[in-house]
Every structure is written in structure tokens, then in C-alpha cells.
């Protein structure tokens, strides 16, 4: 059973931060924001806990403090298909408000993940009476179509390779020429999220490696020229570095 | 120079009626409808003609009573990316009022065209102070993230026969076994609006035409047996045939 810590009043200034770097609560009022959190919890997740199935009735939605949750659903041949892989400060199942509030995917922890859980019913009575809230979903709605948009471009007119080089470029720090990263979480997922096999994936970064002179050592990613990259990366796209993506 | 037709009071019924199609203004009050239509106007494109540029100045948002619009942006390489070819009842360009009113993609009519030109400066004064309308316009979010999510699963999770044969599968009439379908736009736009390069798409179409016995003569199809079709072309999907998708 997942261990559920109430916020208590004491921490709301903590977690009034904590909201406020989300696009959802970033200019809502702070009585409102207070509001929200005497109804909401801090939950922990460690690596593959579901923390809510597709279908299940939905009373909470949520926001990412640390880590990473997948959003996915099964196909009829039983494959996983990748929806979304979210970070820090990224809002999920705020929409459910207009689906019936039932869940209309699987969420799992990807990683050890911190969470905070959210009251949907109180989102969806708020909204209706109180414009500036309404505003603040909406403007979370276009940023996240905006990202669809980009996501479906990437998807469509990218290679293999420039696939991976753009996903790594979203992990990087924009200003230092030459850096390591750590991916997120593993090899597979991501493959998974940018629509290939792992085999795919294997041949595409060998290929990457190649044409950027990148190196490879497990989940450990040292890039020796960060303009390289992007050039390889960004030159099907409509985008140039850092877009934002 | 485009012919622009404003709206005349006596035909508010008829353009309420084409209004209350979408999604947007289905269950907007009509003194709201009358006062948008007052500021409206109906514009008729030909095939290929440009409805508005990337970054041009946003002061209008449509709505499509006939015929297709693509968006879409020009890569880094001069090569064409398609974010999305919408049809009648569709609204667009509405969220531009979030994005600084710069329009955020390329607007080209695909067919003849015949759209509702809505102004958008009207839409986001009033949305402020309506919530009824702030609403309307996040259920219309809502779905379109909805189907943005699942044309992403379409793009990472089919092959390129089962993309094609999910295009063919949202223009059949649910209800018959047997049809013939007429392509609304042509083979190349379709093959980039799925992701594809022309020969890739040529290829895809022999093997859907031997997996599930349909026939093609130019943008005419038929479809001796749709429920072959949805079998071959949703295996590997989350959502069986309708899906609404």
C-alpha cells in the first residue's frame, strides 16, 4: 500500500513553490493554491509502482516533484504503446475533468518518483466559477499542445538517429560546448517513446555516435560538441536549438 | 486578393447552426454566437491558396464549413512538416491567443475551402469574464490533446500499412461491410500527414492491399470487407474500430 503524507499547514509555502513552478499554478492566487493544498498529499513511488490504472475512476490529479512517470496504455496485441514520459514540475490527469474523470491511460513510476496528489473535484467545481483558474488550465492545455505538435513533427519528419540526438538535446545544459549526461531512466523506454525498437534504437545510436562523435558507456553519454549535435539533430526539423521542445 | 463575405444578421441562424458543429461552441449562449458572428465573415479558398502564414499577426481564428486546411512548418532543411490536416467543423488557430497572436504554423487550404473567419481579439476579451466560454474552450483542448495523443500512439506504435489503413478506417461509414471511399486530398499529402516519404507509402499500400483485399484506382478505394480492414489496421492500436481517433 503507497504511503500518503497529508500536507500540513506549516509546509504550504514549501509546496506553494513547489506548485508554482508548473504552468498550471504559476500565476494562480495564493489562497487558492492553499486551498488546493489542504486537500492534497505527498506520495512516494518507487520504479514501476502503478500509481493509477486507464479506466480507474479518477478523484486526484497530479504533479512531479522528483522523477519520472510514464504515461502509456496497452495495445489489442498486447504491446505498450508510450503516450508520454513526464518530468519535475510537469501536471498529468488534470483533463480528466472532461473525460468523465475516469483515467484515460496508465501511470507508472519510472523511476523513484515524489508526487503530489492533487483533488480533480475541486479543480472542476473551482474552474467553472473562477476565470483566472480557467485561464491558468487553459494556458497549461496550449503549452501541452504545443509540445504534441513538436512531438508529432519530431516523430514524423525526423530519422532514427536525429530522434535520439533530439531527445539527448532536451537533457542538455544549453550553454557548455562539451558535456555528459545521465539518461533519465532506460535505453528501452526511450526507444519506446520515440516509436522504435530496441533493435531500432541500437543501429540508430551506433549511427548517431558515428555522425556526432558522441560516446556511449551504459546509461552515461559524453558529448564532446555540443553544436554538432544539434546541427545533426535539428536539420529536419522546423525548430533550431534550444526549442524548447 | 481574397473575397471576404461578412455575416449579415438575417443568415445568424444558418452560421449559429454551422457554429454549434464544433466542439467550441456547442454550448456557448447564442447572444455570445450573434455577437462573434457580427464580427465574422465567410472566406472562400482554391486549392493551395494560403490562409495565413507562420508569425503573421494573429487577429483572426477559423472555422471550416467545407472542405480541408493543412498546418504545417518548414523544416531547418526547406523540407515541409505537417502538424495537421483538419476538416469541416473544425476550429483552429484559436489558441494562437496564448502564443503572443502570432500564428504558429502555415494555414493552406488542401481543396476548396469555404471557412468561418472569427476574430480572435473578441474570443480572448471575453473568454476572461465567461467561464461558460472559458470552458467551452478547454473541452475543445481537451480533445484536441486527446487526439493529438492518439495520432502520436498511431506514429510510434503501427506500421506504415496499418497507418494507411487507420487513415482509410476514420473516412468508412461504420455501419457498412462493404464501400468505396474517395481520397478528400491527394496520395502525397496523405504519405507526409502519416510521416512517410511517397515511396515508402507506395510500398505500404501494395502490402495493406494483399493483407486485407482492398483495391485502389487513383483517389478512389474500395473496401470489400471493413471489419478485414480494422482487424489488420488496429492490432496493433489501444482502441478498437470506431475509436473516434
Chains 1, 2 share one sequence.
Not at 35 to 60: G, H, P, Q, R, T
Not at 195 to 202: H, L, Y
Request: aromatic share 8%; with cysteine.
Amino acid at each position: 500500500m503507497q504511503a500518503v503524507q497529508r500536507i500540513s499547514e506549516i509546509d504550504f509555502g514549501h509546496f506553494e513553490e513547489a506548485l508554482r513552478c508548473s504552468i498550471l499554478f504559476e500565476s494562480v492566487k495564493t489562497d487558492v493554491i492553499s486551498e488546493f493544498l489542504s486537500m492534497s498529499s505527498v506520495l512516494n513511488f518507487k520504479k514501476n509502482d502503478i500509481i493509477y490504472n486507464l479506466e480507474d475512476k479518477a478523484e486526484w490529479f497530479y504533479l512531479i516533484n522528483d522523477g519520472w512517470v510514464k504515461l502509456s496504455r496497452e495495445t489489442l496485441n498486447g504491446e505498450e504503446a508510450i503516450l508520454d514520459v513526464l518530468g519535475k514540475d510537469e501536471v498529468f490527469a488534470e483533463n480528466t475533468m472532461f473525460e468523465n474523470f475516469r483515467y484515460t491511460a496508465n501511470a507508472t513510476a519510472v523511476e523513484d518518483t515524489e508526487v503530489i496528489r492533487l483533488p480533480l473535484g475541486f479543480l472542476a467545481n473551482s474552474v467553472e466559477g473562477d476565470s483566472e483558474l480557467a485561464m491558468s488550465l487553459l494556458k497549461c492545455s496550449t503549452s501541452k499542445l504545443s509540445s504534441k505538435n513538436k512531438e508529432i513533427e519530431h516523430l514524423s519528419v525526423k530519422n532514427a538517429p536525429q530522434k535520439i540526438g533530439c531527445f539527448l538535446l532536451r537533457l542538455c545544459n544549453h550553454s557548455k560546448e562539451e558535456q555528459s549526461l545521465h539518461l533519465p531512466f532506460d535505453k528501452i523506454l526511450i526507444a519506446a517513446k520515440l516509436g522504435m525498437k530496441p533493435e531500432t534504437f541500437s543501429r540508430a545510436l551506433l549511427k548517431l555516435k558515428d555522425e556526432t562523435g558522441i560516446s556511449v558507456d551504459g546509461r552515461n553519454f559524453k558529448i564532446p560538441a555540443l553544436s554538432n549535435l544539434s546541427q545533426y539533430s535539428c536539420s529536419s526539423c522546423s525548430s533550431q536549438f534550444p526549442c524548447g521542445a
